[in-house]
């Protein structure tokens, strides 16, 4: 059932996909690494409920954040090689706007 809500969502977004940006291609990757970092962190909730090992649940938030930090850098990457080639294509002001989401997104790396 976790790979029908993961295929809906990825389905959602690219339906709705109107941003200037549109929809990349790790998109649906990246959906998909986040709905299983969710399905872990209810899972982390429950093992604090039952009250696990802090072992065992520090090793599960660890591993949450290091499938959140890959999620968020494959997302980035695909942002700067897809949306700053094109923006290097446009002039005026559409231009300046992207080089400052660019700058702006760097901080996230």
């Known amino acids: 059932m976790a790979a029908r809500k993961g295929s809906a969502t990825a389905e959602a977004i690219s339906e709705t996909a109107t941003t200037p940006h549109g929809l990349h291609h790790s998109h649906k990757e990246v959906v ?51 949306c700053l080639d094109a923006a290097a294509e446009v002039t005026g002001p559409d231009r300046r706007t992207a080089m400052a989401e660019f700058k702006e997104i760097t901080k996230y790396l």
Do not use: F, P
């Not at 709905?35 to 604090?48: K, S, W």
């Open 32 to 82: 998909s690494r986040m709905n299983r970092a969710a399905g872990q962190v209810r899972n982390i909730v429950a093992m604090i409920e039952a009250q696990r090992s802090c072992l065992d649940i520090a090793q599960q938030m660890h591993a949450v954040e290091a499938a959140i930090r890959s999620a968020k850098k494959t997302l980035i990457k695909d942002h700067i090689d897809h």
